[in-house]
Structures are given as C-alpha cells and as structure tokens.
C-alpha cells in the first residue's frame, strides 16, 4: 500500500494509473476508522480498479467550540486496517499541505447545507467540508467516490455540489453500519463512557418509532418530532437533544402529507458527545408491501 503525504506524490499516482485505463474509487475520511468507513472501502474496491483513502481531520468544518484539538487519531491502526482491506494508496495531508498560506475559497452548497446540522452546527460546518471534499476530488480526480448514509445531510450536500458544478465523479452511498445494539458506528462514539454507551442506542430505537408514529398516526412533523423526543427522553435520561427534524429527504425542507420519501434525522448529546443518526423511507413502498 502507498503512502502520499503530498498533493503532486497522490495526484502523479492517480494520473498514471488512470492513463492505464484504471477506473480509481475514492473513500475520504477524518481517520480514526471503524466498520463504518471499511464497509465504505469494500463497495469503493468491488466498484474501481484501485481503491484511495484519504485520511484528513479538516478544521475548516470544526467550529471553535468543536472537538478539533481532542479528534481520536490512530494513524498506525488505521493503515494496519487499510492494509488489510487491500486499499492501494492512502492520502495523508498536513493542514499546511491542504490549506496553504492565504487560503480564502470557499465553496457553499447554500440551500441544502441550511437545517440541521448546518442550523446547529453553523453552516461554516458544511462549507468546510465541500470545500475540502471538492478539493480531494481535484487532486485525486477520482472516478467514484463513497460516502456514508450516516451523515445523510453531508451526501445529499456533495450530491448536489457534484451536480451543480458538473463535476465528474459518480457518489455512491453506503449504508450506516450498526453495533449489535444498534448505535450507529461513528469515531467519536470512542468519547462514549460506559453509562452513555448504555443509553446511546436509544435514539436509533426512537427513530424507529418515529418511523411507525409517521406511518400509522400522524403525518404531521411536528408531531412526529415531539413522539422521537419524548421516547429519547423518556429513554435516555442523561440525553440533551440538539435536534429531531421530520423533513422531506429529497429536498430536506418541510414535508406535506403527499410527501413520499421522509427523512428522520436526530443529533443528540450524550455527556460531551454529540451523536447523530436518521432513518429514511418511503411512505408508498411501506404502504405497498
Ligand atoms: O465524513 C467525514 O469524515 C468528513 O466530513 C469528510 C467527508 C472526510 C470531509 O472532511
């Protein structure tokens, strides 16, 4: 497996393989990984010739008040785990590498990047991230890149930004991957002491049940919302809710009963950690089967 830590090192090994006819998928990631992101590397390996990881904890998507300095990093287990996994380059930048001096492009996706995280985070959050991902995208000029459903807001913001500025990678989702209890996998679940950890499946729970209230008693959001809050805090005692949004997942703006694809989407703080999680589905299939 290679290892670049320079933009003209990945950039010549991309261009080269890719003159040899190579098709090259691309997972970009903070590090720090977990089954998450390697179920991530196995659709980008079944689906291209050869597989790029990048590993960068971009602070331009963390606010001040965010966990930028305390991020868990692993760099050693986690080319252990990409050796493995039959990765063929890993990517790992330095700020300096990424953002040289006198920096100042940004790249919005304005309208999608605006609710939920983006109204408790800052909309600086998503901003960070596509201006950093359109940046990957330019060095390593891959054919496919892989994105997980966790974050859903994060892939519909990059979908967009693909299609807008006529980009020529093709995204592909892959599903969140769970523990047994169903907490969704995340790096910071690593901040998780064992009584959150306890109580953390719970919004996956209450999500689920949000889904049922959805179906079967109310297609009003504002209903909805209040069922998901009251099971998480009925059920997670030490939880402090940021957000539980019930959105239209096409457009990720409010939904009306015709609505058909619903997005659930919860971001919840357990002690320190901030946890997020959704569920999407449509409204006509479930009637149907
Ligand atoms: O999902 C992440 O890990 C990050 O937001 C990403 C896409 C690697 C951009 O920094």
């Known amino acids: 497996m290679k290892i670049f830590k320079t933009k003209t090192e990945i950039r010549n090994y991309t261009r080269l393989r890719k003159l ?49 300095e305390t991020y868990p990093v692993d760099i050693e287990t986690d080319l252990n785990l990409l050796r493995e996994k039959g990765v063929a380059a890993v990517f790992i930048p330095s700020v300096s590498e990424i953002y040289g001096e006198s920096f100042q492009t940004q790249v919005s996706v304005t309208r999608i ?35 997980g459903k966790k974050d859903f807001q994060q892939l519909a913001v990059i979908k967009r930004m693909v299609k807008d500025l006529d980009l020529e990678v093709e995204i592909i989702s892959g599903e969140t991957v769970r523990e047994k209890n169903g907490l969704a996998m995340s790096s910071r679940n690593s901040y998780l002491n064992a009584n959150e950890r306890k109580q953390a499946p719970v919004i996956q ?85």
């Open 113 to 147: 990047s605006l609710p939920l995280c983006g109204a408790s985070r800052g909309v600086s959050h998503f901003t960070g991230v596509s201006t950093v991902v359109l940046k990957l995208f330019n060095i390593i000029n891959p054919d496919i890149a892989v994105f």
């Open 205 to 289: 729970e209450a999500l689920k049940e949000g889904k049922f209230f959805r179906l079967n008693t109310s297609t009003d959001s504002v209903s909805v919302e209040k069922h998901i809050i009251n099971q998480i805090r009925s059920n997670a005692p030490d939880s402090r809710i940021d957000y539980i949004k019930c959105l239209d997942a096409d457009t990720l703006e409010d939904t009306s009963p015709e609505t058909d694809n619903i997005l659930l989407a919860a971001a919840v703080f357990l002690g320190k950690t901030r946890l997020i999680d959704n569920i999407v589905f449509s409204v006509k299939s479930v009637e149907k089967s």
């Open 20 to 68: 040899n006819g190579e098709i090259c998928g691309f997972v970009p990631t903070m590090g720090y990984l977990h089954q998450g992101h390697l179920s991530l590397m196995d659709i980008s390996i079944t689906r291209s010739d050869f597989t790029v990881v990048s590993i960068f904890v971009n602070p331009m998507q963390f606010s001040p008040t965010e966990d930028l």
